[in-house]
């Protein structure tokens, strides 16, 4: 046997783990690759196709990622109409599936709400979902949830495992992905025997993009009313109601649980104490001494960010427009409002807070939830030997379900 002398490190993972493996030099725009290429475990993405984007993919442009993004989503999705007229029913199912993801994820970094390709992209991603649940045998349905004077786009997903009354678990995303994407969730609760409610809240996917719905900071005045329909549902056991939270989700979820006492559990992934706090570490030191001089001094030091650092000038663009506010200044303000320090103590229900040994955007804050909780309470750290340890279990979800479900199966 011929053993290696070659010590020279793997040039695609630099670092000890996977993780440290870069497809571009944004650390946004590459855990959101890295998000789209793990729903391969589910048939909703494929390894060629999002190479083929990523590769055309520029550091910093958000023009040249929709339109990578689009240019795959079209093709495909014309392709599962041709298989359609054919009669090809699982060949046009799933390339609609996958059409599906790619218009999503042709928004997940696009934030300029003016262009026609927010509202077109994400009405051709739920024409291309609605389609294949159609086509295939996927037990998912639409359900419009009321909301002020408009309504939560939303999936249903019944079990054909449930017996009798049913758990019922609720969940959302955070500030940039879709519900539909965590497939791990919805795929998970089904084959476990519970229900599962995917919720696009204010802010988020269509409910955004479509509805011109922005995110809020109470986020209990979005989950009461979910619950109020989520009782009426056939077949839910109304004592067994759960809810989970991931990304920006990790503040929102126990927000929520902190004012509704109909949930028997909540899970946050990541746990978030102070999401406005989290935000700030991540900004440039400069951005950060101007907040504390006030709106002016913010408001063009913000203004001025351009090529100096251009992640931080999307986010609070992208930022501002979700949130609905005009100004960096307004937005700072509403993001300091997400903070559970005088709430927390208010859950009552079992709550699980999730972390990552790589948690790259709120590093830290998980645990500082779990500390300030007084609830029954569980902490579920994912490292390196889980390969599951970056932001949400991105790569990893796979262990994810696996510990997220035994958790619940046995709480929920």
Excluded at 122 to 131: G, T
Excluded at 269 to 279: F, M, R, T, Y
């Amino acid at each position: 046997m011929t053993t290696s002398t070659d010590t020279r490190p793997n040039p695609y993972f630099p670092g000890d783990h996977w993780t440290s493996h870069v497809f571009i030099g944004n650390e946004v725009m590459d855990d959101q690759i890295k998000h789209t290429l793990g729903m391969m475990f589910f048939g909703m993405s494929d390894l060629g196709e999002c190479l083929e984007a990523a590769g055309r993919i520029r550091v910093d442009d958000e023009e040249s990622w929709v339109t990578a993004w689009s240019d795959v989503a079209s093709r495909l999705q014309r392709r599962a109409e041709a298989a359609e007229r054919k009669g090809r029913l699982v060949s046009a199912a799933d390339a609609y599936l996958r059409a599906s993801t790619y218009w999503r994820t042709s928004l997940l970094h696009f934030s300029f709400p003016g262009d026609p390709r927010v509202r077109a992209n994400a009405v051709a991603a739920y024409a291309c979902y609605d389609r294949y649940l159609e086509l295939s045998d996927y037990p998912g349905q639409l359900l419009k949830i009321p909301y002020q004077d408009s309504f939560l786009p939303s999936y249903l997903y019944r079990s054909p495992l449930a017996k009798g009354p049913a758990p019922l678990l609720i969940f959302f995303q955070g500030r940039d992905a879709w519900a539909e994407d965590t497939r791990w969730v919805y795929d998970n609760a089904i084959r476990r025997g519970y229900h599962c409610l995917a919720v696009q809240g204010p802010g988020q996917g269509a409910a955004l993009r479509v509805n011109n719905l922005h995110f809020r900071h109470d986020w209990e005045n979005v989950v009461s009313p979910i619950v109020d329909v989520a009782e009426k549902l056939d077949g839910v056991d109304r004592e067994r109601i759960g809810l989970m939270g991931l990304s920006f989700g990790g503040y929102l979820a126990p927000r929520a649980a902190a004012f509704e006492s109909r949930l028997k559990v909540c899970v946050a992934n990541p746990g978030v104490l102070k999401w406005g706090a989290s935000i700030k570490e991540n900004l440039p030191e400069t951005l950060s001494q101007a907040l504390e001089q006030g709106p002016d001094t913010f408001n063009a030091a913000a203004a001025a960010l351009g090529d100096a650092s251009p992640l931080a000038e999307w986010f609070i663009r992208d930022s501002s427009w979700k949130h609905g506010v005009q100004t960096p200044y307004e937005l700072f303000k509403e993001l300091d409002a997400c903070d559970l320090t005088d709430v927390a103590g208010r859950i009552t229900c079992r709550t699980l807070v999730m972390d990552g040994t790589e948690e790259r955007f709120s590093a830290g804050h998980a645990e500082q939830l779990y500390d300030a909780l007084t609830c029954p309470k569980d902490f579920l750290l994912f490292d390196a030997t889980s390969t599951a340890q970056l932001h949400c279990q991105t790569g990893g979800t796979a262990t994810a379900a696996e510990f997220t479900f035994d958790w619940l199966d046995e709480h929920l």
